[in-house]
């Protein structure tokens, strides 16, 4: 393939990015992305709080967008993310109890419903594991309505819209370390009990102080050894040229030496679109042109 997402299709995978929607007028973002991704994750327009900015008034605008964009462009999407304890509506930041335990269930049911059969998979639940040692839960508004709202979160995505995958997706859990641990034995628990989870998302945003773990793959084989998908789900790699370049193709082949490891996304398409507040981590400069990563990414695919 002569495309990141062609060269991904070839073995059965996806290449995508994170995409803002309000650069769908950029010509050169677009020319891009239309080119080289089959995959495509709303980078902020499918979160709580731009969906559901008033409790029970739905917006998707933003949303609708994207997937429009994606149809038209033979894309797919995954759907991220439906319940965070970041980027809440304000009315739901203050909430507790079964009060914020039920408009979460009720989030995750209107937003799953409104979009059901236009999503690949779902990020159902986002970042609910503490960093650190304790292998515990994060503590959050959500967290503190209960242990089980994961699970009940899982359950009401899978009957608002059976035909998605629905994964957990979290950060600093790309190599074995005290945090994936945590993460491994509740998907193993939601196997042995039959909640409903398909994949599992490793973010994999990575710089000097948190570069590709040395057991990336083995990490990524062992949940796939629970009867997950796994995917990777908002690549980025701070630094520039070789040094870059052999970390995303490290990657890259991590991925491929893993059947179910079916798709790469990057969050965001040129460095200047990254999320990050410096450094160049993505494939494209600012410009546009193909960097030493990109070039690095495609060989590996
Ligand atoms: C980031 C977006 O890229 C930013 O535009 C926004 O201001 C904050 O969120 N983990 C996630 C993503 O799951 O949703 C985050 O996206 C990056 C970290």
């Known amino acids: ?16 990015t994170a995409v803002a929607v309000n650069k769908l007028s950029d010509s050169v973002y677009v020319g891009i992305l239309n080119r080289e991704f089959n995959m495509v994750t709303a980078e902020n327009e499918m979160k709580w709080d731009a969906t559901e900015p008033n409790q029970n008034q739905f917006n998707y605008t933003s949303g609708d967008r994207l997937v429009s964009h994606a149809q038209a462009n ?43 059969g236009k999503i690949y998979a779902w990020d159902v639940v986002n970042e609910a594991f503490a960093d650190g040692g304790s292998g515990g839960r994060r503590d959050s508004n959500l967290q503190r309505t209960g242990n089980d709202w ?3 979160a899982f359950r009401a995505a899978r009957a608002a819209d059976p035909g998605a995958k629905l994964c957990y997706n979290d950060y600093n ?8 641990n945590g993460v491994y034995a509740m998907v193993q628990d939601f196997k042995a009990r039959g909640v409903p989870i398909d994949c599992v998302g490793f973010q994999s945003h990575f710089n000097s102080q948190s570069p590709v773990p ?4 083995a990490n990524l084989q062992r ?21 870059q370049a052999d970390s995303y193709s490290r990657v890259v082949r991590a991925c491929l030496a893993i059947s179910r490891c079916t ?15 410096s450094g160049t981590p993505l494939l494209f400069d600012g410009n546009g042109n193909k960097k ?8 590996a695919l």
């Open 292 to 299: 030493a990563a990109y070039t690095s990414t495609l060989n």
């Open 214 to 217: 040395s057991d990336y793959q």
């Open 223 to 243: 949940f796939v050894n629970l009867g997950v998908e796994v995917q990777i789900t908002e690549l980025d790699i701070e630094g520039s040229g070789s040094s």
């Open 173 to 180: 859990t790309d190599g074995q370390n005290a945090k994936s």
């Open 1 to 16: 393939g002569t495309t990141l997402g062609a060269a991904a299709a070839e073995t059965g995978r996806y290449f995508g």
């Open 263 to 277: 798709g790469i996304t990057v969050w965001g398409i040129r460095d200047t679109d990254s999320w990050r507040a």
């Open 74 to 116: 033979g894309m797919r999407v995954r759907g991220h993310a439906l319940a965070w304890h970041q980027q809440q509506p304000g009315w739901a930041q203050n909430m507790s109890g079964t009060a914020l335990r039920n408009a979460m269930l009720n989030h995750v049911t209107q937003v799953a419903t409104h979009y059901r």
């Open 150 to 152: 994961i699970e009940a």
